[in-house]
């Protein structure tokens, strides 16, 4: 994909501006949701930097000696730094090696550029050697970071950077772009709003089977509620789905049941009897209750994706009790 996406046009032209201004910063945070395409929107201007033919708005070519090299990820300019494994921390070795690159001339007189992501998942001695990179960068390099979760960076790396926020979006030209990109006959509006916004992740949806998984855990917490199946099968349950993807979910459910409570129009959309299931429970408990469910999930959520490693389940376990406790004393009020 060379295009520049339609929901990252405003980002596009304000890094282009920079440029033509000469402003261009060193080092670019790049945050938004998760599916809201920071990668592609990475790599994208890294093409463009490194393109030798850019087309009109700055667009990389595709054609010429750097582009082919970047599209079969071979360019000697650019480097990527993630994780060795999925959701291990990146170690400061790789911070060395990255530093070590970009220090060195680019091949072909252009700017050196790394691609840090998820650049939270820096360990804390990868994220102290980047900051003095980041304080005296060489002259023709950029680094970019990537982040979902920019709180979780040292406020000295985040102000060391020039920061573009991505935010969820729902436009016509975004619609559109969703439309040709789904099997025909599917709703782009419905995908959009179960994906909250972000239209790479919308696309994945109906592979994804992540419509059923909005009912299957509107059930699970019926269940619990109900006490039907102990909190540790569910969490058993929830543990083999995915931490990221269970707690994203029971975070929107949370929110739009506290966005019900006070009358503002839900996030995601819902099949009708999926909207009754949701009211349902939203109103089993009065608004703290539900704040401190929601509290709960915000917290659980940051510690199984954070730096610590803790057990899923048990993060699943201390939320289904909570849940379990709260719609239960309600009932005996
Ligand atoms: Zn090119």
Redesign the pocket.
């Given at each position: 994909m060379l295009e520049v996406l339609p929901w990252h046009q405003s980002q596009w032209d304000q890094i282009q501006a920079s440029i033509e201004k000469k402003r261009f910063a060193h080092a670019w945070l790049l945050t938004g949701p998760e599916g809201i395409g920071l990668e592609h929107f990475a790599r994208q201007l890294a093409?463009s930097l490194l393109?030798?033919?850019?087309t009109e708005n700055q667009r990389?070519?595709?054609?010429?000696r750097?582009?082919e090299l970047l599209s079969v990820g071979n360019n000697p300019d650019i480097m990527f730094v993630e994780p060795e494994d999925t959701g291990k921390q990146i170690r400061v070795e790789q911070i060395r090696d990255m530093i070590d690159f970009i220090h060195l001339k680019s091949q072909y007189e252009h700017y050196k550029i790394a691609i840090i992501s998820p650049a939270h998942s820096m360990n804390r001695s990868a994220a102290n050697t980047l900051l003095k990179t980041l304080e005296e960068p060489p002259g023709d390099s950029l680094i970019i970071l990537i982040t979902e979760r920019p709180s979780l960076l040292p406020v000295t790396i985040r102000s060391r950077c020039q920061r573009l926020d991505f935010q969820p979006d729902y436009s016509k030209n975004t619609l559109a772009w969703l439309a040709e990109n789904i099997p025909e006959g599917t709703s782009p509006e419905y995908l959009l709003r179960f994906a909250g916004g972000a239209p790479l992740a919308a696309i994945e949806l109906p592979e994804n089977h992540h419509i059923e998984q909005l009912n299957d855990l509107l059930n699970d917490l019926l269940l619990i509620t109900g006490q039907q199946r102990p909190p540790v099968e569910i969490a058993e349950k929830w543990n083999e789905t995915g931490a990221r993807n269970v707690f994203q979910w029971l975070l929107w459910l949370f929110g739009d049941m506290l966005r019900f409570k006070v009358n503002a129009p839900a996030r995601l959309f819902y099949p009708s009897d999926a909207w009754e299931t949701l009211k349902g429970l939203a109103n089993q408990l009065d608004l703290d209750r539900l704040m401190r469910c929601y509290d709960l999930l915000l917290n659980n959520y940051g510690l199984a994706l954070g730096q610590v490693s803790y057990t899923v389940q048990g993060l699943f376990e201390d939320f289904i009790i909570l849940w379990q406790e709260l719609s239960k004393s309600e009932d005996n009020t």
């Open positions: 093409a393109c030798h033919a850019k990389p070519c595709g054609q010429c750097a582009c």
